[in-house]
């Protein structure tokens, strides 16, 4: 496991970051290039499992070359080992393996062509938003199209696209986007904590979704939310 510690040059806290870089080393050169934030490396899920306890890092980031099915299943790992906002960055893949991925318990996902967006990616996650290549979101919002009858004939910008959620589920779409619990939404709209299930159980049916992540993609892709509201 390395170490790469940038100097504390700003005010706060700088970010700690937990790679698990398995590319060839594209994102921990671009990782350990932005002085505002402090990396870890680890060249192995098993390294990493050991060493997540020990940093308690705020973000961790999982580089692939090529994520097949055994690698994915080693995400929720990690997350076991030390819970915190996982971001993926790989190389090209299909809709099949970025559902795996975000069902993993990723909450952003970069593709290699987009390295360059890694650093600000960490802080839009840490900020609670979603980070996601356009062309994941695409895959993500094409799936959530065929698992919702609703969602088919929708385009972004139609009138129907209101349609699809009432102004109630949007506002818990948006509270759930920021991480706030069933019980943090419930007293905010004064709701109770079955309604707010029963409310989140409509919204991901209405958007296809089976995931938190895959629902505010969703809601991103079609302007039912605004990304810059949830970063």
Same mark, same amino acid.
Do not use: W
């Given at each position: 496991?390395?170490?790469?510690?940038?100097?504390?040059?700003?005010?706060?806290? *700088?970010?700690?970051?937990? #790679?698990? !870089?398995?590319?060839?080393?594209?994102?921990?050169? *671009?990782?350990?290039?932005?002085?505002? #934030?402090?990396?870890?490396?680890?060249?192995?899920?098993?390294? !990493?499992?050991?060493?997540?306890?020990?940093?308690?890092?705020? *973000?961790? &980031?999982?580089?692939?070359?090529?994520?097949?099915?055994?690698?994915?299943?080693?995400?929720?790992?990690?997350?076991?080992?030390?819970?915190?906002?996982?971001?993926? &960055?790989?190389?090209?893949?299909?809709?099949?393996?970025?559902?795996?991925?975000?069902?993993?318990?990723?909450?952003? +996902?970069?593709?290699?062509?987009?390295?360059?967006?890694?650093?600000?990616?960490?802080?839009?996650?840490?900020? !609670?938003?979603?980070?996601?290549?356009?062309?994941?979101?695409?895959?993500?919002?094409?799936?959530?199209?065929?698992?919702?009858?609703?969602?088919?004939?929708?385009?972004? !910008?139609?009138?129907?696209?209101?349609?699809?959620?009432?102004?109630?589920?949007?506002?818990?779409?948006?509270? #759930?986007?920021?991480?706030?619990? +069933?019980?943090?939404?419930?007293?905010?709209?004064?709701?109770?904590?079955?309604? *707010?299930?029963?409310?989140?159980?409509?919204?991901?049916?209405?958007?296809?979704?089976?995931?938190?992540?895959?629902?505010?993609?969703?809601?991103?892709?079609?302007?039912?939310?605004?990304?810059?509201?949830?970063?």
């Amino acid at each position: 496991m390395n170490r790469v510690g940038n100097p504390r040059i700003i005010d706060g806290p *700088v970010p700690r970051i937990f #790679l698990v !870089g398995l590319d060839d080393g594209g994102a921990q050169q *671009v990782l350990i290039g932005d002085r505002y #934030l402090e990396v870890r490396v680890a060249q192995s899920f098993a390294r !990493g499992r050991d060493e997540l306890p020990r940093m308690q890092p705020d *973000v961790i &980031v999982v580089a692939f070359d090529d994520p097949g099915p055994a690698a994915i299943a080693e995400l929720p790992t990690l997350l076991s080992a030390y819970r915190a906002p996982l971001l993926v &960055v790989s190389g090209p893949v299909d809709e099949q393996r970025v559902t795996a991925v975000i069902k993993a318990g990723a909450g952003g +996902y970069l593709l290699r062509q987009e390295l360059f967006r890694l650093p600000d990616a960490v802080r839009e996650l840490l900020r !609670g938003g979603v980070p996601m290549s356009p062309l994941v979101s695409q895959l993500v919002l094409g799936r959530a199209r065929r698992s919702s009858a609703k969602m088919a004939a929708v385009r972004p !910008g139609s009138p129907m696209v209101n349609e699809l959620i009432t102004n109630r589920q949007r506002e818990i779409l948006e509270l #759930l986007a920021h991480g706030h619990s +069933y019980e943090d939404i419930g007293l905010a709209l004064s709701l109770s904590i079955n309604t *707010v299930r029963s409310h989140v159980r409509a919204i991901y049916e209405r958007l296809g979704a089976s995931t938190k992540v895959e629902a505010v993609i969703a809601a991103i892709e079609l302007k039912l939310l605004d990304r810059d509201s949830i970063r």
